[in-house]
């Protein structure tokens, strides 16, 4: 009996399951150069007044004709259009607080250029908003997509549903573009994903229950109180991130490293609900686990592959044993930097959402959290060499205690290994950030259009020579906060850098692009196992909700 992984599975949906037969038929009858992206058929709807029973008889009929041969694809297409609708999941919505000028914040664009650039840009929340249609709240069974309360604002392009850890940027434009209410409804949507599933998910679809992605809940709720002083939406939000905070801190995402004075130091990793092809990548994970002969390396290598995807940074050479060989993809056996970071920011924002709301014992309990955070970061990340955090792999499966080695931590420079200067604790030591900055400057990273993810070019997104705008947000503010002079100047200086080469790309090409290559001025980035995504105006990337919500203040 072949020997299969144990490890936690979060089962999809009927009709999940039947798309992925329609996207690996189409995957063998389209052409390769002519193959549509398998989301999109991942994320159809099924007609009324059909059933799904109905449906996969038909389906059943139209590939009984001969196992070896591909329907034609006339008759899939056919067969698609018959019973699947691709646009009925989002209804278009004005949200209600958009204002067409919002000078205050374009008062402090200088360049005339770039201050209309930014009210173009302004302008696109208007088209990025949607809401559930009433179909998927009565029918729920009949969509990928799921309900959600409030209308949302979406990536656009392949993306037509929310993201969560996007949504963190989106907020911060939302805050800039002073649109309260539509931001409020963002983090109520969230935490209702994390009152239902116990953890905020990858995307709002079905197909995406079985993973999350980097926690920046509580920092949405901390950037809107920050504004608003809404202690009502800061209530509300404390047992919903007290809830989100056990996922991530317990079972399989829970690790604990032993130093060598005998002290255990908790941290987490990613680790996905999944040991499967992803559904919406499906004839792309098939490919890639045929590498392995095993059922067991298949669900692990499958496992590791979902679990790239829940730290939102798909896929990099980062999480290879051996890079970049993409079948040593070894995810959840790296404890991650940055992970740490937000949920130490979590702890910090906890802790002073319940000192908003007089629960001074609970307020403390988290400080103590943050403080033992912090000691780990300093016992098992950094590195004083190298002056920067390094990631951790882990030698066993990460379920019992394991001593720390320093051969264990990931030497590769990459981004994230600065992702801590964001956070209080880390920028406000000056003789820290002193060593911080000098790493930075020699570490290859800074590059003519902004910081590079990653040294290693292997042809994945999110390795060189891409940058992408949250790493530039997170690095540029917590270089902003602290009180060195030269790190001060680097922020603004990689800020300018960021903001003139995407509007370089947005001048040549009348596109925005969610990811630049910066390793040349002017150059959009490529790679992954998507398309760029390219459109016209009318889409705002995560690179512009970044843009409009983090760094107009290099301009």
């Not at 999109?40 to 001969?66: M, Q, R």
């Not at 079905?206 to 809940?217: F, G, H, K, M, V």
């Not at 317990?250 to 130091?265: E, L, Q, T, Y």
């Not at 033992?372 to 990340?381: I, M, Q, S, T, Y």
């Amino acid at each position: 009996m072949a020997i299969s992984d144990t490890g936690p599975l979060v089962q999809t949906t009927p009709l999940v399951t039947f798309l992925q037969r329609v996207q690996l038929e189409a995957h063998r009858s389209y052409p390769n150069e002519k193959t549509p992206d398998p989301k999109f058929y991942i994320d159809l709807s099924l007609k009324l007044p059909h059933h799904l029973s109905t449906v996969e008889a038909a389906f059943n009929d139209l590939t009984s004709g001969s196992r070896d041969l591909p329907v034609p694809v006339k008759k899939l297409e056919k067969f698609v259009h018959e019973y699947f609708d691709d646009a009925k999941d989002l209804v278009p919505h004005e949200p209600e607080d958009f204002v067409t000028d919002p000078f205050e914040f374009l008062l402090n664009v200088e360049n005339d250029q770039v201050r209309e650039w930014a009210r173009e840009v302004h302008s696109l929340w208007k088209t990025l908003c949607y809401r559930v249609s009433d179909s998927v709240r009565e029918s729920p069974d009949r969509h990928t997509l799921l309900p959600l309360p409030e209308p949302v604002i979406i990536p656009g392009s392949r993306f037509k549903e929310v993201y969560y850890w996007d949504s963190y940027w989106v907020i911060k434009g939302l805050m800039t573009s002073k649109m309260f209410t539509t931001a409020k409804g963002i983090v109520t949507n969230l935490m209702s994903l994390v009152e239902t599933y116990g953890y905020a998910l990858n995307g709002a679809r079905a197909y995406y229950t079985n993973r999350s992605q980097p926690p920046l809940l509580s920092s949405m709720v901390y950037e809107i109180y920050n504004v608003t002083k809404d202690e009502e939406l800061v209530r509300k939000a404390i047992p919903v991130l007290l809830k989100e905070y056990e996922f991530w801190n317990s079972g399989k995402h829970k690790v604990v490293i032993r130093d060598a004075s005998g002290n255990d130091h908790m941290l987490s990793r990613y680790y996905a609900m999944w040991n499967m092809p992803r559904p919406e990548s499906c004839v792309f994970d098939q490919e890639s686990a045929s590498a392995f002969s095993s059922t067991l390396q298949k669900q692990r290598f499958l496992r590791d592959i979902a679990t790239a995807a829940e730290t939102g940074c798909d896929f990099s050479t980062r999480w290879m044993r051996d890079p970049p060989n993409f079948a040593t993809m070894a995810t959840t056996s790296v404890v991650p930097v940055d992970l740490n970071v937000f949920l130490l920011k979590m702890e910090l924002d906890i802790a002073f959402m319940m000192g908003i709301c007089g629960d001074k014992n609970g307020s403390e309990r988290f400080v103590k959290a943050s403080e033992a955070r912090k000691k780990a970061f300093e016992a098992v990340f950094w590195n004083e060499k190298a002056g920067q955090w390094l990631d951790y792999w882990l030698s066993s499966d990460g379920d019992e205690p394991e001593t720390w080695k320093a051969e264990n931590q990931n030497t590769n420079v990459f981004a994230s290994n600065f992702a801590p200067i964001w956070i209080s604790s880390f920028n406000s030591d000056e003789n820290l950030v002193k060593k911080v900055v000098k790493a930075l400057k020699n570490s290859g990273l800074i590059a003519p259009a902004g910081i590079l993810t990653s040294l290693k070019n292997s042809g994945q997104q999110w390795d060189y020579p891409n940058g992408w705008a949250p790493q530039q947000e997170i690095i540029v503010t917590g270089l902003a906060r602290t009180g060195v002079k030269e790190a001060k100047e680097i922020a603004e200086e990689i800020a300018r850098r960021w903001i003139r080469s995407s509007y370089s790309v947005y001048k040549t090409s009348g596109s925005i692009h969610e990811k630049l290559n910066v390793a040349e001025f002017g150059e959009y980035g490529g790679g992954g196992e998507y398309k760029p995504q390219v459109d016209g105006l009318w889409v705002v990337k995560r690179s512009y909700i970044s843009i409009l919500g983090g760094v107009w203040m290099a301009l």
